[in-house]
């Protein structure tokens, strides 16, 4: 099944912070993270392992809490160039990544 | 520059037509990938092929087939086109099953059946 990504869109001011959620139904082991600009193709992000610490990539960041199934995506001061849609992808234990229907983020200046 | 390419970028198929998607990775993959993308459903799995000589059903496979080449490429076929199947489709690669670098996207065809 999808995981279930929240909120579905997401309007900012430049500089505010952002929080997108994923949660799947089933135990994962890993959770991707995506970006798609308009017209183009996804854009890895990171990767989180079970077991795994929190990573960071700029001031984008994410957290995977095993037991409870998700993960969360932090945006902090965003930029214009952070406007997309964001997706996740849960591995399950059949080695295949399902991504969510995503949560598109609109930075205003 | 190395990447995932796909061909063709768009396409416009009648009802009942065939036709053959390409994609090609100069990266060494081992795996790839075929999704489609349609609005407000994500990214789905249509087909994925761990290794060379192996392809296996992802959430969508029902009119579609696919041939994995060689370890390069990975071809994604629609044998009798139908409405439903207008979407933008995109080839993805990544060096494992589950990769830590993720994957690689091309950059998608855009198909419309009329």
Known sequence: QQPVQSPQAVILREGEDAVINCSSSKALYSVHWYRQKHGEAPVFLMILLKGGEQKGHEKISASFNEKKQQSSLYLTASQLSYSGTYFCGTETMDDKIIFGKGTRLHILP | ?114
């Open chain 2, 1 to 114: 520059n190395a990447g995932v390419t796909q061909t063709p970028k768009f396409q416009v198929l009648k009802t009942g037509q065939s036709m053959t998607l390409q994609c090609a990775q100069d990266m060494n993959h081992n795996s790839m990938y075929w999704y489609r993308q349609d609005p407000g459903m994500g990214l789905r799995l249509i087909y994925y092929s761990a290794s060379e000589g192996t392809t296996d059903k992802g959430e969508v496979p029902n009119g579609y087939n696919v041939s994995r080449l060689n370890k390069r490429e990975f071809s994604l076929r629609l044998e009798s086109a139908a409405p439903s199947q207008t979407s933008v489709y995109f080839c993805a690669s990544s060096a494992q099953t589950v990769p830590m670098y993720g994957y690689t996207f091309g950059s998608g065809t855009r198909l419309t059946v009329v």
